[in-house]
């Protein structure tokens, strides 16, 4: 009997239960509707950003394989460097076409039509490129005795503390702008940096030789 009654009130209960949140909804039905409306429009919208960002990055990866695909294509036959020049134009592959047609230049010791194109990289988001494009342009100014360039353009690099990017590289490729200059001494101190902070890394081992070729300090 006892368990009769208690399932009873149980089924009563949740009557009630059920009742009270029907009258509930009844009552705030409006407030309720646009609430869950908002809800299924921010869905929604979350859902398209996704995809535009899906596409753009999908995109990007083909803009970039194909700025690749032309540089490569361009060591060989040079008549492809029009096409590689027409999407340095182009926003989306300006700055990596820029570089790669710099570094094409570089490697041919056409320092002015190298110089050229790294200046038309656009300082952008602090990531990869951007740190090849700088130790590049520090190349091109090696490539033109502009030793002071260099430096500075490495100095700012390395104070950069970037993470995108070899710091060890950037110390070595300093430290060499330096010996270049004749500034033995502030070579020496950065292969001595390398070896200490770097020991395992290929630029402490590098700074190591250099160093000893320096004499000792």
């Not at 194909?66 to 490569?72: N, Y």
């Not at 030793?147 to 993470?163: E, L, N, Q, S, T």
Request: no cysteine.
């Amino acid at each position: 009997m006892k368990r009769t009654e208690r399932h009873h009130l149980k089924k009563d209960g949740m009557a009630h239960g059920l009742s009270r949140l029907a009258g509930y909804f009844d009552a705030y039905r409006r407030e309720i509707l646009i609430v869950a409306g908002a809800v299924v429009f921010a869905g929604l919208v979350f859902a398209g950003l996704l995809l535009v960002r899906v596409h753009g990055r999908s995109v990007y990866s083909r803009a970039v394989g194909e700025v690749g695909d032309l540089a490569a294509a361009a060591a060989a036959d040079p008549g492809k460097l029009a096409d590689l020049e027409k999407l340095a134009g182009k926003r989306r592959t300006a700055r990596l076409a820029n570089l790669e047609l710099a570094k094409y230049w570089a490697e041919r010791g056409d320092w002015a039509k190298a110089d050229s194109f790294a200046g038309r990289i656009v300082d952008g988001r602090k990531d990869l490129l951007h740190y090849q494009a700088e130790d590049l342009k520090a190349q091109i100014a090696i490539g033109r005795k502009d030793f002071d360039k260099a430096i500075a353009v490495y100095k700012k690099a390395v104070d950069g503390k970037p993470r995108a990017y070899p710091v060890d590289a950037l110390l070595f490729h300093l430290a060499e702008a330096h010996a270049l200059k004749g500034e033995t001494q502030a070579a020496a101190d950065l292969y001595k940096k390398l070896q200490e902070e770097y020991a395992r890394s290929y630029y402490g081992y590098e700074a190591a030789m250099k160093a000893g070729k320096l004499g000792p300090k």
